[in-house]
């Protein structure tokens, strides 16, 4: 972000109108670092009276209720940062009810962490135009499960922004409540959803013996037992959304022959031109009529929640001759307008920048707030698609912002299939434009080509004649992260969880240096390697590519249990793997001592104890679990071998292996006993 950034300091506040013309809209950003590369917090939102207490329940926002009807509020969820993670909420200050007065950001751990184990702890402030307006650091949260980082509160016609980091050692159900948020033990809700279900109630716990599932809600879906369908605990926040089945129906047809009807058939299409057209069009109209789904795309650009409209076919004057942008996204809220041009691209082809850049000086010139650049390429974080020279003298700001087709497809994935929206004509749509997308002879099938580098390379490390500091090296390594970001979208769009890449590097580290060095480390190995975090799993998901050898490797380490005797955890370990690959390697990790006894798991079944070390005083600190494959080598317009090999690499290796693992501890809250206390009305 460019511009001048204001460094805030505890119990500090300013008025956002002093920062920014632009701040109808903000998108506040939370984040943190994390030594392990595995630390993370859940975020949260209340929107407090003039009494400093919530309307009502549905005036908390969290993980499973994320976005307000009015538009007012979206936790956008999170990105990845060069060393951490960031989450994002949009906050549409236009929209905030009258009788809200102050709007409380927070973030909470779980299973018995703090935030002391998190670095770099900051809260940031962006306006409309995601130029960054300020940033406080939290530096005195060290054994707190919840903080308050700041609020938003009304001054007179406009609002202010205070610093606040104060801290919650009882973590969100104990900040919850405070602010007046009915709040539900799992006990009773697991009572009432076995009433509901027609279970035998369990007999009573005794007098002064505490439940072992006493623990508060809001909880994580992941957290239900299975075969029960429990009622959600309060707070009651989510209205009953429509997702399609994972199973499709029988179908009516005589033969495999006959083909489905589509909204939007794909087959008559036969240029570039006639792809970005089509898919244009296609992807606006369902924007108009999904709010849910426009939300989700149009938020984190600073867009209002309002009436949308789309269009196609826009001519615009820009000198001699007009420019046509492929589309244009206008939204009205409260009698003003938020207009953005659209940019597309489809199958190999990349942006002009001489073309965007014109797009940048005729919305700046009309007054429109951003252009977006939409196509099957992945922006990474310090590295822009295109360079384009803003004219720092004009009063209006125009925000450049890039949307690949994968995280549109991800997107309306995860609100058919796991989400919801709000009816099933809604739903449909949806599935009409997922099915669009994903078709052959659409073009929008993400990033797909390793670039012109990606031979030369290879060639290189087979030859050993790849030196540091080569630019094609650099160039590998950037398209090497573009598709593991589509691969967190397409995995995560599939199961309907989290799925984000883990990149460790020192704090403040820049992603350029960060790039320079991963490029290095591959002239002198030959090997590319990513981690992806995915909820619910018990560690980080190793990727490899090995050029010299064609091999992938894809791998999870598992920690050992804290109690219980080794040969018991080889044992359990193998049964727990009795459906995964009889390929599958598996290695004790032990404490110091070089590495530890391995073999496949077709050799293991018979004898567990073959995972022990020889000596019996060596500590065993897990299990790293491994499948290889020869990776594909193509390189051209259509999606290559190698692209191809890495996602079926890693969705083999998940549904394969990963889901036969423990899963974690469900994310409980502790007890809303707490010694805090709640922020002091606002002063100033």
């Not at 005036?59 to 999170?78: E, I, T």
């Not at 702890?121 to 980082?149: K, M, N, Q």
């Not at 794909?266 to 939300?295: C, G, I």
Request: with cysteine; charged share 25%; proline share 5%.
């Amino acid at each position: 972000m460019g511009g001048f950034v204001q460094e805030m300091v505890k119990g500090a506040n300013v008025a956002l109108a002093d920062l920014s013309d632009d701040v109808g809209s903000v998108i506040v950003s939370l984040g943190w670092a994390s030594p392990t590369g595995e630390g993370d917090a859940d975020v949260s939102v209340l929107l407090l009276d003039s009494n400093g207490k919530v309307r009502s329940d549905s005036d908390f926002y969290f993980y499973n209720h994320p976005v307000a009807a009015d538009g007012s509020v979206q936790l956008l969820g999170k990105t990845p940062t060069a060393d951490g993670s960031e989450d994002r909420i949009s906050f549409d200050l236009t929209a905030v009810p009258g009788e809200v007065e102050r709007v409380v950001v927070a973030a909470s751990r779980y299973e018995g962490s703090s935030f002391g184990e998190l670095d770099d702890v900051r809260i940031t402030l962006a306006d409309a135009a995601g130029e960054g307006l300020l940033r406080f650091a939290v530096d005195d949260a060290d054994s707190v499960a919840a903080v308050i980082f700041g609020e938003l509160y009304r001054r007179g016609d406009g609002w202010k922004f205070r610093a606040v980091g104060q801290g919650y050692a009882s973590g969100l159900a104990g900040l919850a409540t405070d602010f007046g948020v009915d709040i539900e033990d799992d006990a009773a809700a697991q009572a009432d959803a076995e009433a509901e279900a027609g279970v035998e109630a369990q007999p009573a716990v005794p007098a002064g013996q505490a439940p072992m599932n006493a623990v508060p809600a809001p909880r994580r879906p992941d957290s239900q037992a299975e075969g029960v369908k429990k009622r959600a605990a309060r707070p009651r926040t989510a209205k009953k959304k429509v997702t399609l089945p994972a199973t499709v129906k029988n179908t009516l047809a005589e033969n495999d022959s006959w083909k489905t009807a589509r909204l939007f058939p794909v087959s008559a299409l036969k240029s570039d031109r006639d792809r970005e057209m089509r898919a244009t069009s296609v992807l606006l109209s369902v924007m108009a009529q999904v709010p849910e789904f426009s939300r989700r795309l149009t938020a984190a650009f600073g867009a209002p929640a309002g009436r949308m409209e789309t269009f196609t076919e826009v001519s615009l004057p820009h000198g001699d001759s007009p420019r046509r942008p492929d589309g244009v996204i206008r939204v009205e809220r409260a009698g003003k307008l938020w207009t953005a041009l659209v940019e597309t691209k489809t199958n190999g082809n990349a942006l002009k920048a001489e073309q965007v850049q014109a797009y940048m000086d005729i919305a700046a010139r009309r007054g429109y707030e951003a252009v977006i650049t939409l196509t099957n390429d992945v922006a990474l974080e310090g590295s822009p698609l295109v360079d384009v020279k803003i004219d720092r003298r004009r009063k209006h700001k125009v925000a450049l912002w890039h949307l690949s087709w994968a995280e549109v497809a991800h997107q309306a994935q995860m609100l058919i299939r796991h989400e919801g929206v709000g009816n099933a004509a809604h739903a449909w749509l949806l599935q009409e434009l997922l099915h669009y997308l994903q078709h052959e002879n659409s073009g929008c099938h993400g990033f797909q080509n390793m670039g012109p580098s990606w031979v030369p390379v290879r060639n290189g490390i087979d030859d050993e004649t790849l030196c540091q500091g080569d630019a094609r090296a650099l160039e590998v390594v950037e398209n090497w992260e573009r598709l593991i970001r589509q691969v967190c979208l397409r995995l995560g769009g599939e199961l309907g969880q989290k799925v984000l890449p883990v990149q460790r590097a020192k704090r403040g580290t820049d992603p350029k240096e960060r790039r320079d060095l991963l490029a290095d480390q591959l002239c002198l190995e030959g090997r590319l390697q990513a981690e992806l975090r995915i909820d619910g799993t018990p560690g980080v998901l190793i990727v490899g590519a090995d050029l010299r050898t064609g091999k992938l490797r894809t791998a999870i380490d598992v920690p050992a249990p804290e109690q219980g005797y080794p040969l018991s955890w080889a044992k359990r370990l193998v049964r727990r793997l009795a459906e995964a690959p009889a390929d599958l390697h598996v290695e004790t990790l032990v404490d110091g001592t070089g590495p530890g006894p391995r073999g496949t798991l077709e050799r293991l079944r018979p004898e567990p104890a073959d995972l022990l070390p020889k000596d019996s005083a060596t500590r065993i600190t897990g299990f790293r679990l491994s499948l290889f494959k020869g990776m594909g080598s193509g390189r051209g317009n259509a999606e290559t071998g190698f692209i191809r090999s890495v996602d079926d690499a890693v969705h083999r290796f998940y549904t394969t292996v990963v889901v036969h693992l423990d899963k974690p501890a469900g994310r409980r809250k502790p007890a809303a006993q707490h010694e805090a206390t709640p922020v002091t009305a606002p002063a100033g």
